[in-house]
T-cell receptor
Framework: QQQVKQSPQSLIVQKGGISIINCAYE??????FPWYQQFPGKGPALLIA?????SEKKEGRFTISFNKSAKQFSLHIMDSQPGDSATYFC??????????FGDGTTLTVKP | EPEVTQTPSHQVTQMGQEVILRCVPI?????FYWYRQILGQKVEFLVS????????KSEIFDDQFSVERPDGSNFTLKIRSTKLEDSAMYFC?????????????FGSGTRLTVV
């Protein structure tokens, strides 16, 4: 019940395209859903996050869509750029502060 | 921008040896965490720490692991007797609170290699 399932494992997108990464969870106690971006040799960096009372949040080219009834959320990267090539992790957190991470998606944006 | 600093960046140790991984969280943060990431795998929670005590720990965080905040700035993870399977990237993170909309700030990690 603590798992967060993330797909796809890897994604290749052409420059300018839309990258979509999906996550699903089971624990209804989760109330904060962040996405992290990780470059090789670096720690995860918070990219964007959403609360379950909001269905969509947009920051620049990054959008989270949240479907509470389906217990799913997704990250959309519009106008994907080669500099977006990284590993993306979704996560879910309940009150205690501990985050449960998805398995990660390796995104490659081809020039 | 404030950073979480981790040292060393890479540590090689022999199996059975003790290691201490060090972290300096962001100065006004109150909640501290250790996560690990085995190469190519997901980020796994180890332990959270608040008000000088462990708030929560995972099943990975057994008796071989301990955490300490010895002074007002450092936050350490000690592995008493390292095993080969402890080889991983260890990330320290901190946050100001556990309120919603409060994400972590992660350090760049310590790569621990047990030989």
């Amino acid at each position: 019940q603590q798992q967060v399932k993330q797909s796809p494992q890897s994604l290749i997108v052409q420059k300018g395209g839309i990258s979509i990464i999906n996550c699903a969870y089971e624990n209804t106690a989760f109330d904060y859903f962040p996405w992290y971006q990780q470059f090789p040799g670096k720690g995860p960096a918070l990219l964007i996050a959403i609360r379950p009372d909001v269905s969509e949040k947009k920051e620049g080219r990054f959008t989270i869509s949240f479907n509470k009834s389906a217990k799913q959320f997704s990250l959309h990267i519009m106008d994907s750029q080669p500099g977006d090539s990284a590993t993306y992790f979704c996560a879910a957190r309940a009150d205690a502060g501990k985050s449960t991470f998805g398995d990660g998606t390796t995104l490659t944006v081809k020039p | 921008e404030p950073e979480v600093t981790q040292t060393p960046s890479h540590q090689v140790t022999q199996m059975g040896q003790e290691v201490i991984l060090r972290c300096v969280p962001i100065s006004n943060h109150l909640y501290f965490y250790w996560y690990r990431q085995i190469l190519g795998q997901k980020v796994e929670f180890l332990v959270s720490f608040y008000n000088n005590e462990i708030s929560e720990k995972s099943e990975i965080f057994d008796d071989q692991f301990s955490v300490e905040r010895p002074d007002g700035s450092n936050f350490t993870l000690k592995i008493r007797s390292t095993k080969l399977e402890d080889s991983a990237m260890y990330f320290c993170a901190s946050s100001f609170s556990t309120d919603r909309d409060n994400g972590y700030t992660f350090g760049s990690g310590t790569r621990l290699t047990v030989v």
